[in-house]
């Protein structure tokens, strides 16, 4: 991508965007309730033969229209239906990851009216899951992979598009899938289920393409009351989201991932995400020009090559933790004192910090969670919960300074009390739900350089705002101490 | 974050062979899932009408739900949290339910000779910072510590009367708990008329009530770390809980884990995962972590004491020790 054409798409992005997170729905019916009875402007319609109609029939009821279509079928769709539309959705695959960077800056200079969105379709149904799997005349299977409660989340997905699409906000969308609680496959999707579904997207600073359920839809535009009861909790969360007024906020980490290929399907990043660890995701390219200060420890899961190799030294002088995962080769720091730590790892000391090789790949993605997390040290943890083994936070700060939000998803989907401790020292919380509006005071208890309160009801969705006083240290940074 | 005081046995499968809308009985399967002590209780249950089985899982959840509220150690209001700050200065009363599991538990504790402890709590919490980074406690530390860990020290007044000869005894009812909530959550579906149903607790205990339409008994896949054996049960009115040590570190050397050897202070060291059979879920839960602890040739001698109650031992390497006394543990492929 040239820089004219990142400065446009940046332009672009901060012009259309006024909120941290956008609920686009999915609609495949022909009738439609108005958009502002829905709530919601943005509606997407997939690519068929009547698609046309529909477009008027949706534009007349108030709603911005986008067109989702394959990467294969963009440029004939963006030729063929550009009147009318808000822009195109573009449905790619991680194969096809290649072929985007080749396309997608020519469809935008070909159609500079038209809004070209990037969507990832492998995005979970969040949930908290049981370990029963009921299939229709066949078998039911119990599977339990970690001593946690599983939960299905989207953050590592989130995490990875941020980096696969800079200059876009990460878009993605899932299929509806399994049991609902009465026992009948997809029949009975609750305002629950769209609601954690909006809440996750939400709390991660991502677009979510809501697929509605073909009743659900159909009851909406009947008027049905029992719909709308459903919708209008649906739409407070969405509203939750949009009505934000802290815009210049980044995701606080602590931890880099460092990936030659980034594949969503990733466990060892699902498992860093439902461990609380806040991470983000960086290209090996990333290791010798990006700025690296702010991390406590860097995971590497791609081949380094000879720069990478002489940065990952760099940064273990300056007292960093390098984690190489499947290492194999002859490295820089190799001359000092190998420390064999187990069968498949072993520790250098390099500088004030070290850098530990794994001879093999992550086999045991929960504990590799808690060894990184144990590596942090307790005073690296930017964020622990307790009782929150069905939550997930993710703590947002001002850029490279003071962490402003943390944002609560609890999949479980029942009230839970809540502990929580975040580093820093903060004089102000305050709490908020989508249920009960801004803001509850709670108390802070300050503790050596955290900061711990009790949140007394997370049901599915909250958010945390933090305040320091003017005469914060350094800990309120959300950077560790030296 | 909170951990439970035994792991939940990873990678527990069952399948059934299930009729899932209607089966030729027009009973109907009804799934539902809460999270409750820590983990997600599953309860799958058949009858004729789907909103009577809801209501009867729902029933079922609360009571478990209320066995928390008084077995939990993390809310402080519960009553097991009262008797521990109250049961070494005097009797402590106690509800019927806490009375009925932890008479249980000190019955395992003799019966296992002391490897089974429900008050092993304090070098659990010890040795949970250790698996939390904050280093291995020290020789002192764990003799201190030990001191406080003997259930000889809990005094059972009948019918509901509980003391401490320790001024550091806690109790932790984290081997045993969730199998008791398993066997009163059956009585309360059993009571409400349900026959054929299986319960879930977050994958370490499994209960099954009577047998999927058409069929003799729930087929129950269990945990097997070597891939290699698949080995099967077919339970009707019975239990199985797999218990396993915390997988060891991948990019460290400590030998931490969440159970604890009563006999050595430290954490067990075994290559083993133990799935145990029995009748109630209450004996499974608490035969589980024992087994675990005694291996297989004590813990073979202990079975054959006991009735009704198989297990197997199983390995990484595909190892394996069973023992039969109740029903009988197939093998899917492997032996």
Do not use: M
């Given at each position: 991508m040239s820089i004219r054409d990142t400065i446009l798409v940046w332009v672009f992005v901060l012009a259309s965007t006024s909120a941290w997170s956008n609920v686009f729905v999915h609609w495949t019916r022909s009738a439609f309730p108005p958009a502002k009875e829905l709530g919601l402007n943005d509606l997407v319609l997939s690519w068929n033969d009547s698609f046309s109609p529909l477009v008027k029939a949706a534009r007349r009821q108030g709603y911005r229209v986008y067109v989702e279509v394959s990467l294969h079928q963009s440029a004939a769709a963006a030729e063929t239906?550009?009147?009318?539309?808000e822009g195109v959705i573009l449905t790619v695959r991680q194969s096809e990851r290649a072929e985007l960077e080749k396309s997608l800056p020519k469809l935008r200079a070909a159609h500079p009216k038209l809004r070209f969105l990037v969507l990832n379709p492998d995005g979970k149904q969040p949930e908290m899951r049981g370990s029963l799997v009921i299939k229709r005349n066949s078998v039911l299977e119990v599977s339990s992979p970690?001593?946690?409660?599983?939960i299905d989340t989207n953050l590592a997905l989130v995490k990875i598009e941020q980096r696969s699409l800079q200059g876009q906000i990460p878009m993605y969308t899932f299929s509806w899938g399994g049991l609902s609680d009465s026992g009948q496959q997809q029949a009975a999707l609750t305002a629950t289920d769209y609601s954690l579904a909006v809440a996750e997207a939400g709390a991660f600073h991502a677009d979510l393409i809501l697929q509605l359920d073909e009743r659900l839809q159909r009851a909406l535009s009947n008027h049905d009351p029992e719909a709308w009861t459903l919708w209008n909790q649906v739409w407070s969360y969405a509203k939750f989201y949009s009505d934000?007024?802290?815009?210049r906020l980044e995701a606080a980490a602590n931890v880099a991932v460092v990936l030659d290929d980034l594949d969503t399907s990733d466990e060892a990043m699902n498992l860093l995400a439902r461990h609380n660890i806040p991470f983000k995701v960086l290209r090996p390219v990333d290791l010798n020009?990006?700025?690296?200060?702010?991390?406590?420890v860097v995971v590497v899961f791609a081949k380094p090559d000879r720069g990478a190799c002489q940065r990952i030294a760099d940064l273990a002088t300056h007292g960093k933790t390098v984690v190489l995962v499947e290492a194999h080769g002859s490295y820089p720091w190799q001359n000092g004192h190998p420390v064999r730590l187990n069968e498949h790892a072993v520790a250098y000391a390099v500088g004030n910090g070290k850098v530990l090789e794994l001879s093999?790949?992550?086999?045991?993605p929960e504990m590799f969670a808690q060894d990184i997390r144990r590596l942090l040290g307790k005073q690296n943890v930017l964020v622990s919960l307790w009782n929150g083994l069905t939550t997930i936070a993710v703590p947002y700060r001002e850029h490279g300074r003071t962490l402003k939000v943390l944002e609560l998803v609890n999949y479980a989907e029942e009230p839970l009390r809540l502990q929580v401790q975040v580093v820093g020292t903060f004089t102000s919380i305050r709490y908020e739900t989508p249920e009960h509006k801004c803001c509850e005071s709670l108390v802070p208890v300050k503790h050596n350089g955290f900061t711990e309160f009790v949140i007394?009801?997370?049901?599915i969705a909250g958010r945390v705002h933090l305040e320091a006083n003017?005469?914060?240290?350094?800990?309120a940074s959300g950077v560790s101490p030296r | 974050m909170r951990c439970d005081n035994?792991?939940?046995?990873?990678?527990i499968s069952f399948f059934l062979i299930a009729?899932?809308?209607?089966?030729?009985?027009?009973q109907i399967l009804v799934y539902k899932k809460k999270y409750i002590m820590g983990t997600v209780f599953e309860i799958a249950a058949y009858d004729q009408s789907s909103e009577h089985a809801s209501n009867a899982i729902e029933r079922a959840f609360q009571e478990i739900v209320r066995l928390d509220d008084l077995m939990?150690?993390?809310?402080?209001?519960?009553a097991l949290s009262n008797l521990n700050r109250s049961a070494h200065f005097h009797a402590e009363k106690v509800p019927s339910d806490l009375y009925r599991v932890i008479d249980q538990a000190v019955q395992f504790s003799r019966l296992s000779d002391g490897k089974?402890?429900?008050?092993i709590a304090p070098l659990v919490n010890l040795w949970k910072a250790a698996l939390r980074g904050e280093g291995t406690p020290s020789r002192a530390q764990q003799e201190d510590v030990r001191g406080?860990?003997?259930?000889?020290?809990i005094e059972l007044s009948p019918p509901d009367r509980i003391s401490f000869r320790s001024s550091c005894l806690q109790l932790d009812l984290g081997a045993i708990g969730k199998g008791y909530a398993v066997d009163r959550a059956a009585e309360v579906l059993h009571s409400l008329g349900i026959r054929d149903a299986l319960i879930n607790a977050g994958g370490s205990t499994i209960f099954a009530m009577g047998a999927p339409p058409d069929q003799t008994a729930w087929l129950v896949h269990l945990r097997d770390p070597s891939n290699k054996i698949d080995p099967q049960v077919m339970l009707k009115d019975g239990s199985v809980s797999t218990s396993e040590q915390t997988a060891p570190s991948l990019l460290g050397n400590d030998a931490a884990g969440h159970i604890i050897d009563p006999d050595t202070g430290m954490p067990l060291k075994t290559v083993f995962t133990v799935s145990a059979v029995s009748r109630t879920a209450t004996v499974s839960d608490a035969l589980s972590t024992t087994l675990l602890l005694l291996g297989p040739t004590k813990g073979k001698e202990l079975i054959k004491s006991m009735a009704d109650v198989s297990a197997i031992w199983i390995s990484h390497e595909a190892q394996v020790e069973t023992v039969t006394g109740g029903p009988q543990i197939l093998f899917g492929r492997g032996l």
């Open positions: 239906v550009a009147s009318g539309l970690t001593a946690q409660p599983w934000t007024s802290e815009q020009s990006g700025d690296l200060e702010g991390f406590d093999e790949p992550v086999t045991d007394p009801e997370l049901r003017h005469f914060n240290d350094s800990r | 035994r792991r939940a046995a990873a990678l009729s899932f809308v209607q089966s030729s009985e027009n939990s150690d993390y809310k402080a209001d519960s089974f402890d429900i008050s406080c860990v003997g259930y000889e020290k």
